[in-house]
């Protein structure tokens, strides 16, 4: 069994930063795929950004381009999410997502198959 565990969420202004974190103490990242996804109350759950860990290659949403940053770090197993220049329509329940044998990586739910429980970022105009 994968846990995942983020933290990192809560609330800013518009224009801020959040840094979200994901820790998984169950099995090593150095080759997996980890993701960021997120939803808002009625609405599907969109991907945001996605890495490769052991070639780092990564896929971000559209709307996230140039404001957002996924990372990782191997040795703390541990996948980053920072959030620059947040906008109100960021606003949702942010979930990180693992998974060891997708390959490639997308930024697709669907295809993962390990998820953490979710960190509220609320963005205030």
């Not at 890495?51 to 709307?63: C, L, N, R, V």
């Not at 329940?93 to 390959?103: F, I, K, R, W």
């Not at 390990?114 to 970022?121: C, E, S």
Request: aromatic residues 8%; charged residues 15%; hydrophobic residues 35%.
């Amino acid at each position: 069994q994968v846990h995942l565990v983020e933290s990192g969420g809560g609330s800013v202004q518009a224009g801020g930063s959040l840094r979200l974190s994901c820790v998984t103490s169950s099995y090593t990242i150095s080759t997996s795929c980890m993701g960021w996804f997120r939803q808002v109350p009625g609405k599907e759950r969109e991907g945001v950004a996605v890495i490769t860990t052991w070639d780092g290659t990564t896929i971000y949403a559209d709307s996230v381009k140039g404001r957002f940053t996924i990372s990782h770090d191997i040795a703390k197993n541990t996948a980053t999410l920072q959030m620059d220049s947040l906008e109100p329509e960021d606003t949702a329940m942010y979930y990180c997502a693992a998974d060891p044998a997708l390959s490639p990586c997308v930024l697709v739910d669907m295809a993962f198959d390990y998820w953490g429980r979710g960190t509220q970022v609320t963005v205030s105009s």
